[in-house]
């Protein structure tokens, strides 16, 4: 199998912060800088309350913006 990359998913992206809290609405959003590709929405992982860490889906080559 692939090791974890942006092209073939498992990717783990750390998301720093505050006041995060855990619960069903806690996620990260991902979208193509450029709009070529589309947002995606994926669950994020509680570590402390100024700490998330989401894993990447399979995404194209490019650059990102995750919220």
């Known amino acids: 199998s692939a090791p974890p990359s942006p092209q073939f998913g498992g990717t783990a992206v750390a998301v720093f912060g505050t006041f995060f809290a ?13 709009g070529a590709a589309p947002a995606r929405t994926m669950d994020a992982r ?6 998330v860490v989401c894993i990447l889906p399979e995404l194209p080559v490019g650059e990102y913006a995750v919220r």
Do not use: K, M, T
């Open 22 to 34: 855990d619960g069903a609405g806690l996620a990260c959003r991902v979208a193509g800088a450029s």
């Open 46 to 51: 509680l570590v402390s309350a100024s700490h």
